[in-house]
Each structure stands twice: as C-alpha cells, then as structure tokens.
C-alpha cells in the first residue's frame, strides 16, 4: 500500500533540461484522457463538479458562475498531479496544492504550465502548513487519507487549517465489504484500472469516522455524495449510497 504520511526524496534544484522534458512528457500522459489514466480522469471530472458547485453554495455563491470561486483561497492537501487544483483555480481560487511526492509536485507544475495557470505547488506536508499558522477558506482532502497510517491526525491538520468561515472537504473510500469487491478486486485484479496494492481495505474509512475526527475543531457535515462507476461506458455518476466512495463537506459550527 502506498504511504502518503512521509516527504519523498526531493528532485534536485539544478534540474537538467532533460529533466524538465520528463516531467512535461509525465504531465501529459497523466492528462490524457485516453491514457492509461482515463478512468482517474473522468472520476475527477464528476468529483471536481461536485466540489465546486457545492462550494460554491458554502460560500454564498452562483455555482453557474464562470468565475464562482474568484479570491478563496484553496489548500489541496495531497494534490497529485493537480486534477482538483487545476478544476478549482480554473473556477477563480486562489489555489495551493501540496503533496509527498517530489514527482507528482513536479508533474503539476509542468501541467500547469503547459495550462497557462498560476497555481502554488509545494512539496511539503499539511502539519507543515499547521506549523506555519496558516489558514486557507478551503482545504481539500481527496483519496489521500486511505494511504496514511495515522488518518485521525492528518484530518485534524486539515481541519485546523481551515479559516473560521471555512469549509472542509473529505473524500475517500468507505470500509464496507462492497468497497473490498468494487475498489479492490474490481478496479485493481478484474479491470487493472490500478496498480495491484495500490489500497488496503483495512485503511478504508466509514464516514462516521471522518465526522469524529473533524468534531474537535467544530465542524459539522453539510453536503456529502456516494460516487459509482459504469463500468460499461466508463463514466462516474453521484450516487445517494456511501458504500464505496463518497465526498463530505464541512462547516464550522461557530465563528472565532
């Protein structure tokens, strides 16, 4: 299982030309959607949609708005190679992606480039940003709490660094016995859509147990969707069931 708790080794500074050529060439191929990627791809497509329009409701806006998330500012904790950075900088957010690995920091700035957009990549961790007092109107946590050994600790970084208006945003894999049959034998032995090994069922989390986790810090649950594949036409839907993956946003409760 992949560990996602611990900083990767960092890509040199003097970074060659040829270097910077394998990164934009990685970028490319983690965005094409008719790579070896596609099915990534067009989960985030459905799961950016969700976020945003919600989001936006969070945040008294028109979700129809070109422009509905224009000057929040965003932490993406465990960015990737920015697929959710990307969606929400292009609906206006003032957007940081952070993430363990060197790689996939590099991936992102390279795809970012290539997209003509300002966002902040760093490679570093969320109890770095805790460290620094930072805050930000949004931080997102996706499909990066299952890989981490100590989860209650990284959702309570996430949701310290949330401002008092804030909103939090969870997404991960249920731990039911249907998740175990769909995301592991199903998308990892049967259709290959990841690596095998790339989860453990035993990391996966029941939502009872983020809204315990975030309890500390005052929040309370506000939107939450299941998300289900077609595994005919290779297209993600919402779903009202939870049983196997789901987004949950939060609110503050009270204002400092």
């Keep these: 299982m ?21 990164f934009n060439q990685m970028a490319r191929e983690w965005w094409d959607p008719n790579g070896k990627f596609k099915t990534a ?16 409701y969070c945040h008294n806006r028109d979700p129809n708005s070109e422009r509905c998330l224009q000057g929040l500012s965003v932490l993406d904790v465990g960015c990737g190679g920015g697929l959710i ?10 957007v940081t992606g952070i993430d363990a690995s060197a790689v996939s920091i590099e991936v992102a700035k390279a795809h970012a480039a290539q997209s003509g957009l300002n966002i902040r990549y760093s490679h570093h961790l969320a109890e770095q940003e805790v460290q620094a007092g930072n805050k930000y109107d949004i ?21 310290q660094l949330v401002s008092p208006k804030g909103t ?3 997404a991960t ?6 998740s175990w049959l769909i995301a592991i034998v199903g998308a990892e032995y049967v259709m290959r859509y990841l690596p095998v090994g790339t989860h453990d069922w035993k990391q996966f989390v029941k939502p009872v147990e ?4 975030v309890k500390p810090e005052k929040f309370e649950s506000v939107y939450e969707t299941g998300m289900k594949l077609n595994p005919l036409s290779g ?5 009202s069931s939870l049983k196997v993956n789901y987004i949950q946003l939060y609110k503050r409760h009270f204002i400092d």
């Excluded at 080794?9 to 970074?15: F, S, V, Y």
């Excluded at 709490?145 to 100590?150: G, I, L, M, S």
């Design 2 to 22: 992949l560990d996602k708790s611990q900083l990767s080794q960092p890509i040199n500074d003097n970074t060659s030309a040829q270097e910077i050529a394998r």
């Design 41 to 56: 791809l067009a989960f985030n497509t459905t799961r950016a949609a969700y976020m945003i329009q919600h989001l936006a």
């Design 85 to 94: 950075s990307e969606a929400l900088a292009r609906k206006g957010a003032d």
């Design 139 to 159: 931080v997102i946590n996706a499909e990066v709490v299952e890989h981490v050994p100590d989860q209650p600790a990284l959702i309570g970084q996430c949701a």
């Design 168 to 170: 939090l945003v969870l």
């Design 173 to 178: 894999l249920n731990r039911t016995w249907l």
């Design 210 to 213: 983020l809204a315990s986790w």
């Design 235 to 239: 297209q993600w839907r919402l779903s």
